[in-house]
């Protein structure tokens, strides 16, 4: 007991309590805002800088030339190529795209170009810088999502209207027919008329019609007088018969 309860037992040498709190002293904070001296306020604001003034305003100065970007090689090939042809094509239709499987656009195209329309996939952008110094411009409001050209060098409106007519995908919105901006339902109407063959012959029928007409016309007053002349000739030689005396038998003697 006397080694256990003596001052340098070990078990008291090595005990350290659960808890230990520390205090940590913070730093105090000796930089406070404060105001300047008043000289040295005189001084700076004598110091300051003052930009000298414009001799005239800025809004009476011309505007700065803006900077022009370089043009893109690709874009501007892209716009030779859609330039070239519309100049070729008759027909050129602004049709809304939506999202279509690789599958049904061959299809799409495959049935097109049985009847000689092509289609052409443009961005909006290289299309309104063409369509802008083009005769075209009045379609610029058309092209304002994905859309696509449908072109042709001859007015196919009814065979492209029966294809589309199978396409939901395909939303026709507009068309320009032989220097004619049309809209949907113009080319609709414009569909529904006879081809050009058929009016041609009704054309040139109607035409012939009226000159046989006043030929006839001419011709009735003249063949009407020679018949009654005729008729009256007839009726002269029989009244002269029926006037001339019959032969006498002195005549006959004679």
């Not at 809004?59 to 070239?84: H, I, M, W």
């Not at 000159?211 to 007053?221: A, D, F, K, M, N």
Request: proline share 8%; aromatic share 4%; charged share 20%.
């Amino acid at each position: 007991m006397a080694a256990l309860s003596g001052g340098g037992t070990p078990w008291r040498r090595a005990w350290l309590p659960a808890l230990q709190l520390l205090r940590r002293g913070s730093k105090a904070v000796t930089r406070h805002w404060k105001a300047a001296h008043f000289q040295r306020q005189k001084l700076l604001a004598l110091t300051e800088y003052l930009p000298p003034r414009p001799a005239l305003p800025p809004r009476c100065l011309p505007r700065p030339a803006a900077r022009q970007q370089q043009e893109d090689g690709y874009a501007r090939v892209l716009r030779a190529q859609l330039e070239a042809t519309l100049r070729a094509s008759r027909m050129v239709a602004v049709c809304q795209y939506n999202a279509m499987a690789d599958e049904d656009v061959a299809t799409l195209r495959h049935f097109l170009r049985r009847h000689d329309i092509h289609v052409k996939f443009v961005l909006n952008e290289v299309a309104r810088a063409v369509l802008e110094q083009s005769r075209l411009r009045n379609l610029l409001p058309l092209f304002v999502c994905r859309n696509i050209l449908l072109v042709s060098p001859e007015p196919r409106a009814r065979e492209m209207l029966r294809v589309l007519r199978g396409v939901p995908q395909v939303n026709l919105l507009g068309a320009c027919i032989d220097d004619t901006i049309l809209s949907r339902q113009g080319v609709e109407n414009l569909a529904r008329l006879p081809s050009l063959e058929v009016s041609q012959g009704q054309t040139v029928a109607a035409l012939s019609l009226l000159p046989s007409q006043t030929c006839s016309l001419l011709q009735r007053g003249p063949a009407h007088l020679a018949a009654l002349l005729e008729q009256h000739i007839r009726r002269l030689r029989g009244a002269g018969a029926a006037t001339e005396p019959p032969p006498g038998p002195s005549t006959a003697g004679h």
